[in-house]
């Protein structure tokens, strides 16, 4: 078949960080709905604020406060589509706003109700805080056009600021079609035969798997695909031993490279059934099928890879209650 798989990918990690002194004062600021800067050399402000001036790299100065009001310097107007998870209801704007007495810009949403030709180069805008501050950037839920007369209450001068923001919560998340091409394709539909399906170039004569359509050396369509054993030797690995969602099986393990027989390039994938200290560079390995329910046009068809030698390996615990 001459054409290419596609299949939905994730992905994602959750992740927490710290963001240092001056950045957690700008944070507990916004929590108090008030906009603080910071001095930096002789006579410039930042807003939002830096750990370090990003011209001399010197550590910033005293915060001071600012009005939360500001210029749009530049913007593109967003369509929020389908699903997106968006604090305003219409289209906006993402923009560089520079904040009164600051000489930077801060990138956020401006809302002008939907409509793109209120956007104009010089519009002045405020902020609209969000109803329950936290602590976060997101306390600030857009800037708009000043209301007239000006909402009473929607910024409070006197507010408390309190202790320093520590950390913030920042994770990743991206949800993605993989298309696999034509030529992938023949290998992945292969795995779920329990077949190594490689290519080689008529040109330079480099066989790969898995193979694309064209040779990364000189461009020439492979040739047909061919059947090879799938035994391999590791080139090189790596001992995981941290603890991530998504895992097969409870680290420590090792990953490596495994040059398949016949082949001129590298698969990367797990070897188990050996203790991690007993790998090294130039083992020979075999793959282990999954059983055959578990078939798919993945590499994933392969468990994992382990030593050919039998007196190397020894049992994997919890791998089976762990692929489940
Ligand atoms: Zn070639």
Not at 154 to 182: C, N
Not at 199 to 209: K, T
Not at 220 to 239: H, K, M, N, R, Y
Request: glycine share 8%; hydrophobic share 40%.
């Amino acid at each position: 078949m001459d054409t290419s798989l596609a299949a939905p990918y994730t992905t994602a990690f959750g992740f927490e960080r710290t963001v240092g002194p001056q950045i957690g004062a700008f944070l507990a600021g916004l929590r108090a709905r008030r906009l603080l800067g910071v001095r930096v050399g002789e006579d410039r402000v930042l807003c939002p604020v830096a750990e370090f001036d990003p011209v001399t790299s010197a550590a910033t100065g005293d915060l001071v406060e600012l009005e939360p009001s500001g210029t749009v310097t530049a913007w593109t107007w967003v369509d929020p589509r389908e699903g997106w998870d968006e604090p305003i209801d219409s289209p906006y704007a993402w923009a560089l706003i520079r904040i009164d007495g600051a000489d930077n810009t801060f990138f956020h949403r401006v809302d002008t109700g939907g409509d793109p030709a209120r956007m104009t180069p010089g519009l002045r805008v405020r902020v609209r805080w969000a109803a329950d501050p936290v602590g976060s950037i997101e306390d600030i839920v857009c800037f708009e056009p000043p209301a007239e007369p000006p909402v009473p209450g929607a910024t409070d001068p006197g507010a408390e600021i309190g202790e320093p923001v520590a950390t913030i919560e920042a994770p990743f998340h991206v949800d993605y079609t993989y298309v696999a091409g034509v030529g992938r394709s023949v290998y992945l539909r292969g795995m779920a035969e329990r077949r190594f399906l490689a290519r080689r170039c008529p040109g330079c004569h480099q066989v790969y798997f898995p193979a694309p359509d064209h040779c990364a050396r000189c461009l020439q369509v492979l040739d047909a695909p061919f059947e090879i054993s799938g035994t391999g030797t590791i080139s090189t690995f790596c001992i995981v031993n941290l603890p991530f969602p998504g895992q097969l099986v409870d680290p420590p393990y090792v990953v490596a490279y495994i040059n398949l027989d016949g082949t001129g390039n590298k698969l990367q994938h797990r070897v188990l059934e050996v203790a991690p200290d007993a790998v090294a560079v130039g083992m020979q390995v075999e793959p282990v099928w999954a059983p055959e329910t578990d078939l798919e046009p993945s590499l994933a068809s392969v468990r994992y890879f382990r030593p050919v030698d039998p007196t190397l390996r020894v049992p994997v615990a919890d791998q089976e209650a762990r692929d489940a």
